[in-house]
């Protein structure tokens, strides 16, 4: 047989194109870019997703992002104030930064809601958090974050990639950089937001660092991998067949060009990432889960069932090697500009079991020594009101939880003034966070470098921001 024309060979492409299509091998590039990352024909330096070793033995193999975007009050939820309860009503001795219109009164505004002090740590927690406070003795609080900004998304950079500005690398991908991953069959990086929620991608973007450690989206309702089936359904015995009249298509085509082995190629890759992308389904099909476990997160509950969906799809993740899972809260905010004392009696019970849950259930697998969960927002809020039922945006105190990874369990490290509004014990900058969790993943956060645009880039921004590891949070100070 002759070599086809002009017009057959494009014919013979199209057929390619439209069986790839129409077979449900459009799906997407977690897979596949993990497969030729590993071959080494996406990452820039050629290092792929293959396991690395760090700069030194970590105490911790990966990390779970519990992210509450919009700002949780932490004089609400963790960082009681006598101070503030006696004074309600009156004028904080200062002017503070505001964001919004309706808090110029300058009026201090007591939390509704009652403390107690949890664990044998005697850690204090709202009476809205019972089942994060039932955890106490395994959590690392600090109560003197602060940010560099007092907007959502620039505070929210910060919090991930060091700085305010758009286009960094955030935790993920440079974790996923430096460290690949332990699983051939899944990302490295993995991001679980609300069905119902809009994703900001630039929250898991990879910034100038190769595209292979950006986040992959992996859905928490549905299908957990995007793409992987076809749009139409179709009877059974019809997919094997479009798949078997496509192979005899490749054959006819290597036999008619023997020399030509990258098409070949390529389409085996799309079809082993196809069977990898088969086994991540398999892996997140949470029916697999005893009874037990499903209950322990609350997934029988119509409050919780979508927070501790993620969060189950996280420890399953992070169990199969995957390196950074990072978790958005509900589609419903933190943002309590009004009506905090309702919005907050709503937000916290569809988050406070499942995360409980997740550090109860990573530690009772034995995982948790080798995962770091974090629970934070971006900021707190401020102790005057806003427009008499709310709170704005505080940039300069806020709270973060760490468990696992090593880090120092039943400690309350810092602290806010008397109202809860600025950090002034022990203060913790957000390159300083990112430092001591780089250094629990045995990266040193100054050597951890990508070069661009001529400048050896670090996530910390080393030495300009004055970024530290904080050995005063480690179970293990003597190490750093």
Not at 29 to 58: I, K, M, S, V, Y
Not at 133 to 146: I, K, T
Not at 157 to 184: D, H, M, N
Not at 320 to 349: T, Y
Request: glycine content about 10%; aromatic content about 6%; charged content about 25%.
């Amino acid at each position: 047989m002759s070599p086809p024309s002009q017009a057959g060979e494009h014919a013979l492409r199209r057929t390619r194109r439209e069986f790839l299509w129409q077979s449900g091998l459009g799906f997407g590039t977690a897979a596949l870019a993990q497969l030729l990352g590993t071959e080494g024909l996406l990452a820039a330096d050629g290092a792929g997703l293959h396991p690395r070793p760090g700069h030194f033995a970590g105490r911790a193999r990966s990390v779970i992002l519990l992210l509450q975007g919009g700002g949780p009050s932490h004089v609400d939820l963790f960082d009681p104030k006598p101070e503030l309860q006696k004074r309600d009503g009156q004028k904080h001795p200062r002017p503070l930064e505001v964001l919004q219109p309706g808090s110029d009164m300058n009026r201090l505004m007591a939390s509704p809601f009652k403390f107690r002090r949890h664990g044998h740590c005697g850690m204090d927690f709202s009476e809205l958090l019972p089942h994060l406070g039932g955890v106490a003795d395994d959590l690392c609080m600090v109560r003197s974050a602060f940010s560099d900004n007092n907007n959502h998304p620039q505070a929210t950079r910060c919090l991930l990639s060091g700085k305010i500005f758009p286009g960094r690398p955030t935790l993920g991908a440079w974790v996923s950089y430096a460290l690949g991953t332990e699983s051939q069959e899944l990302p490295a990086f993995v991001v679980l937001r609300d069905p119902e929620g809009q994703g900001v991608v630039s929250y898991w973007d990879n910034g100038w660092l190769p595209a292979l450690y950006r986040g992959t989206e992996i859905q928490s309702r549905g299908a957990a991998v995007l793409n992987l089936h076809p749009r139409t359904p179709v009877p059974a015995g019809v997919r094997r067949n479009t798949l078997d009249a496509l192979a005899a298509l490749n054959e006819e085509r290597r036999r008619l060009y023997p020399r030509e082995s990258d098409l070949e190629a390529r389409i085996r890759n799309y079809e082993l990432a196809a069977r990898m992308q088969v086994g991540a389904e398999k892996l997140l099909d949470l029916s697999r889960e005893p009874a037990a476990v499903r209950k322990l997160y609350g997934l029988d509950d119509r409050t919780t069932a979508e927070f501790g969906t993620r969060c189950l799809m996280a420890r399953r993740l992070v169990e199969a090697g995957v390196r950074f899972v990072q978790v958005l809260n509900p589609a419903a905010s933190w943002d309590h500009h009004s009506q905090i004392k309702e919005g907050l009696a709503q937000m916290c019970p569809k988050v406070d079991r499942p995360s409980a849950a997740l550090i109860r259930d990573l530690k009772q697998r034995g995982l948790l020594e080798s995962t770091i969960v974090i629970w934070t927002g971006e900021f707190g809020r401020l102790p005057i009101t806003q427009g008499g039922t709310g709170r704005d945006h505080n940039r300069h105190g806020f709270t973060v939880l760490l468990a696992g990874g090593g880090f120092k369990a039943g400690y309350t490290h810092g602290a806010t003034d008397e109202f809860g509004y600025q950090a002034v014990d022990k203060p913790v900058s957000c390159p300083s966070l990112l430092a001591t969790l780089l250094h629990q993943l045995g990266l040193d956060h100054k050597r951890l470098a990508y070069r661009h645009h001529g400048r050896e880039e670090t996530l910390t921004d080393a030495p300009v921001s004055g970024a530290r590891v904080l050995a005063e949070l480690l179970a293990n100070p003597s190490k750093v």
